[in-house]
């Protein structure tokens, strides 16, 4: 099973700034790499697929890079829907594993 | 519009069964690979179960010999039948498509269409 660590479990920053959101892999593997954003009692929302790839109606300010076992999230001005629970989640094997999740916070 | 309509938690004692639902509009359960998600409460997300189109099935460890994952095409609704239930499947359980990418090069696994979540609770 691959093993998916986030880090920081939680950071702070203010509205308007860059946050930067990191995932590590147990095993390497190219592009089969996820990103979500949860808000409290609600679904999980795809922003992120096939490593850097928006989905639908995601907006530019989020961006994502990496590979083998490194990959990254960019929220590039923070505005104030985007303080969220993030996850990370590969589906280069299964079973698919999710992160354990990054609480982005308000500074 | 896509919608994913769940039904079917609820309160079950430990060792009992519970039938999840997840009927689908604006989609083709039968042409989709389709999952099942789980949150325990206020943990992180786990992969349960999948469905491909062409009815191949995964589970991950923890489920596996005591959930079932199936589809009825005539009523375009995804299920997951969920035996000897533990307390350690409790949290909310939610179903969602899982994303072809337009690009070819990229694989399926993600998912984009989500369900509003129905929580399990086993106690006794």
């Known amino acids: 099973e691959i093993v998916m660590t986030q880090s920081p479990a939680t950071l702070s920053v203010s509205p308007g700034e860059r946050a930067t959101l990191s995932c590590r892999a147990s095993?390497?593997?190219?592009?089969?790499l996820a990103w979500y954003q949860q808000k409290p009692g609600q679904a999980p929302r795809l922003l992120i697929y096939g490593t850097s790839t928006r989905a639908t109606a995601i907006p530019v300010r989020f961006s994502a890079s990496g590979s083998g076992t490194e990959f990254t999230l960019t929220i590039s001005s923070l505005q104030s829907e985007d303080f969220a629970v993030y996850y990370c989640q590969q589906y280069n094997n299964w079973p698919y594993t999710f992160g354990q999740g990054t609480k982005l916070e308000i500074k | 519009e896509v919608q994913l309509v769940q039904s079917g938690g609820g309160l079950v004692q430990p060792g009992g069964s519970l039938r999840l639902s997840c009927a689908a509009s604006g989609l083709i359960v039968s042409s989709n690979y389709m999952s099942w998600v789980r949150q325990a409460p206020g943990k992180g997300l786990e992969w349960v179960s999948l469905?491909?189109?062409?009815?191949?099935?995964n589970y991950a460890d923890s489920v596996k010999g005591r959930f079932t994952i199936a589809r009825d095409n005539s009523k375009n609704t995804l299920y997951l039948q969920m035996n000897s239930l533990r307390a350690e499947d409790t949290g909310v359980y939610y179903c969602?498509?899982?994303?072809?990418?337009?690009?070819?090069?990229?694989?399926?696994?993600?998912?984009?269409?989500w369900g509003h979540g129905t929580l399990v609770t086993v106690s006794s």
């Open positions: 469905i491909y189109s062409g009815g191949n099935t």
């Open positions: 095993q390497s593997f190219s592009s089969n």
């Open positions: 969602a498509r899982v994303l072809q990418p337009r690009e070819q090069r990229l694989a399926p696994g993600s998912n984009d269409y």
